[in-house]
C-alpha cells in the first residue's frame, strides 16, 4: 500500500472519530434538557410534599386549618367532652368501629386518631366535595338541633359528622372525612402526607 493511500486512510480514520465525537456531544446535548424536562417540576414536588404543622399552641377545642395537596386538612384538639360524645353517637354514625378504608392502617375506633386527644382528616365531603364547617356547639346553641353533640355540617346536602368525622347514617354523603397519613415528629409539631412507616 503506497504512503499516499495510507495517508487517505489515516485522514478518513480521523474526519469519522471526529464527526463522531461531534455527533456524540450533540446528542447528549439535546438529551439533558429533553429529559430534565420528563422530571417533575419542583412546583409539583412541593403539590405531594408532606406538610409540616406545628400544633404546640393549639388549645383544646381549637382547630387549625393546613393545606395539603391542595386540600385543607383540619387539625382538631379535642376536649375530654368532646371525646366522650363519640361513645353517645355510635348508634347514630355510618361507621362506628372506623373500618372503612379511607384512613390509614394505623387510625382505628371511634377516636380516628394516633393520639386521641388530635383529630386529624381532609376537610372535604365525601358526597360532592364541598367543605363542610365546624359546628362545635352543642345543642340548640348549634342550629342544628337541640340534641346536637358538636361535629362538621356539610352546608351544600346536609351531611353531618361528628368530631372523628364520621358520617351520619342516612346522609347523603357515603362515607367518612378521609384521615391523610401523618404521624408525629414530635409533641407539638405532626408531619401530614407521610407516615413513619414508610
Same mark, same amino acid.
Given at each position: 500500500?503506497?504512503?499516499?493511500?495510507?495517508?487517505?486512510? =489515516?485522514?478518513?480514520?480521523?474526519?469519522?472519530?471526529? +464527526? %463522531?465525537?461531534? /455527533?456524540?456531544?450533540? +446528542?447528549?446535548?439535546?438529551?439533558?434538557?429533553?429529559?430534565?424536562?420528563?422530571?417533575?417540576?419542583?412546583? %409539583?414536588?412541593?403539590?405531594?410534599?408532606?406538610?409540616? *404543622?406545628?400544633?404546640?399552641?393549639?388549645?383544646?377545642?381549637?382547630?387549625?386549618?393546613?393545606?395539603?395537596?391542595?386540600?385543607?386538612?383540619?387539625?382538631?384538639?379535642?376536649?375530654?367532652?368532646?371525646?366522650?360524645?363519640?361513645?353517645?353517637? %355510635?348508634?347514630?354514625?355510618?361507621?362506628?368501629?372506623?373500618?372503612?378504608?379511607?384512613?390509614? @392502617?394505623?387510625?382505628?375506633?371511634? %377516636?380516628?386518631?394516633?393520639?386521641?386527644?388530635?383529630?386529624?382528616?381532609?376537610?372535604? =365531603?365525601?358526597?360532592? /366535595? =364541598?367543605?363542610? +364547617?365546624?359546628?362545635?356547639?352543642?345543642? *340548640?346553641?348549634?342550629?342544628?338541633? @337541640?340534641?346536637?353533640?358538636?361535629?362538621?355540617? =356539610?352546608?351544600?346536602?346536609?351531611?353531618?359528622?361528628?368530631?372523628?368525622?364520621?358520617?351520619?347514617?342516612?346522609?347523603?354523603?357515603?362515607?367518612?372525612?378521609?384521615?391523610?397519613?401523618?404521624?408525629?415528629?414530635?409533641?407539638?409539631?405532626?408531619?401530614?402526607?407521610? @407516615?413513619?412507616?414508610?
Amino acid at each position: 500500500m503506497s504512503s499516499d493511500k495510507k495517508e487517505v486512510d =489515516c485522514g478518513r480514520r480521523n474526519l469519522v472519530f471526529a +464527526t %463522531a465525537a461531534v /455527533g456524540g456531544v450533540a +446528542t447528549v446535548a439535546t438529551a439533558v434538557p429533553f429529559l430534565a424536562s420528563m422530571a417533575p417540576s419542583e412546583r %409539583a414536588k412541593a403539590a405531594g410534599a408532606p406538610v409540616e *404543622a406545628d400544633i404546640g399552641k393549639l388549645a383544646p377545642g381549637e382547630m387549625m386549618r393546613v393545606e395539603w395537596r391542595g386540600k385543607p386538612v383540619w387539625i382538631l384538639r379535642r376536649t375530654p367532652e368532646m371525646l366522650a360524645s363519640l361513645k353517645q353517637v %355510635a348508634d347514630q354514625v355510618a361507621d362506628p368501629d372506623s373500618k372503612r378504608p379511607n384512613q390509614p @392502617d394505623y387510625i382505628k375506633g371511634e %377516636a380516628r386518631a394516633i393520639k386521641p386527644e388530635y383529630l386529624v382528616v381532609v376537610g372535604i =365531603c365525601s358526597h360532592l /366535595g =364541598c367543605s363542610p +364547617t365546624d359546628k362545635f356547639q352543642t345543642g *340548640a346553641a348549634s342550629g342544628i338541633d @337541640d340534641k346536637w353533640p358538636g361535629g362538621f355540617l =356539610c352546608p351544600c346536602h346536609g351531611s353531618t359528622f361528628d368530631l372523628s368525622g364520621r358520617v351520619y347514617k342516612s346522609k347523603p354523603a357515603p362515607d367518612n372525612l378521609e384521615v391523610p397519613p401523618h404521624y408525629y415528629l414530635s409533641d407539638t409539631r405532626i408531619l401530614i402526607g407521610e @407516615d413513619n412507616k414508610a
